[in-house]
């Protein structure tokens, strides 16, 4: 069992930059991958990043490519999202999730965090 919590939303205008984290408890965090989604109001949930449960390897949606960065720290149970030159329509609400796979397929993902609001004002 892996219970996630989200920090780090809050309000920014275009351009600027936000870290999110994702505090996971649960001694085997570290066999997890981790994913990171978001949804927008009237919109599906969807793929932001991915990473390995080794760190290694990250996947990016294309939208984010660039400008965001998956990492994680499995000495403290924690990955993080860095989201530089943020977008309006980067607005959402962003979740972390750990499955066995980094997979941009939400369902295949086992525990989710209860998200985090981001906002990106014009």
């Known amino acids: 069992q892996v219970q996630l919590v989200e920090s780090g939303g809050g309000l920014v205008q275009a351009g600027g930059s936000l870290r999110l984290s994702c505090a996971a408890s649960g001694r085997t965090f570290s066999m997890y991958a981790m994913g990171w989604f978001r949804q927008a109001p009237g919109k599906e949930r969807e793929f932001v990043a991915g990473?390995?449960?080794?760190?290694?390897?990250?996947y990016y949606a294309d939208s984010v490519k660039g400008r965001f960065t998956f990492s994680r720290d499995n000495a403290k149970n924690t990955v993080y999202l860095q989201m530089n030159s943020l977008k309006p329509e980067d607005t959402a609400v962003y979740y972390c999730?750990?499955?066995?796979?980094?997979?941009?397929?939400?369902?295949?993902?086992?525990?989710w965090g209860q998200g985090t609001q981001v906002t990106v004002s014009s």
């Open positions: 999730a750990a499955g066995q796979v980094p997979t941009a397929r939400a369902e295949a993902y086992d525990y």
């Open positions: 990473i390995s449960w080794t760190g290694r390897t990250t």
